[in-house]
């Protein structure tokens, strides 16, 4: 059973950064595309950002482009995807999740309905 579990989440002042942090207990963690998503008081799931099984290809939403980045490390001990949120605002207040799509995918999907697996989410909260 592959399980996604997310780390890193709190309260940040506006400006303030961030990293998140998703574990994945994967065999062939390594094939997965990945993503993280959010969701704001009173909003719809909003996608963040993705990136393919290789690093090589990374997409963002609109509304995160140029202050937040994702990575991934494939590495047998690490097994992870992180999130690095700079410049936050307070409009970034939301649950972050943690997706995963086994699909060997050459560019990352946008689309939350594309991914199989999920994280329970974790908490960010941006002070003005």
């Known amino acids: 059973q592959v399980q996604l579990v997310e780390s890193g989440g709190g309260l940040m002042r506006a400006g303030g950064s961030l990293i998140l942090s998703c574990t994945v207990s994967?065999?062939?963690?390594?094939?997965?595309?990945m993503g993280w998503f959010r969701r704001g008081p009173g909003n719809e799931r909003e996608f963040v950002a993705s990136i393919n099984w290789n690093g090589s290809i990374t997409k963002y939403g609109d509304s995160v482009k140029g202050r937040f980045t994702i990575s991934r490390d494939n590495a047998d001990n690490a097994k992870s995807v992180y999130l690095q949120m700079n410049a936050l605002k307070p409009e970034d207040t939301a649950v972050y999740y943690c997706?995963?799509?086994?699909?060997?995918?050459?560019?990352?999907?946008?689309?939350?309905?594309?991914?199989?697996?999920w994280g329970q989410g974790t908490q960010v909260t941006v002070s003005s």
């Open positions: 997706a995963a799509s086994r699909a060997l995918a050459r560019e990352p999907y946008v689309e939350s309905d594309k991914y199989t697996y």
């Open positions: 994967a065999h062939t963690f390594g094939t997965y595309t």
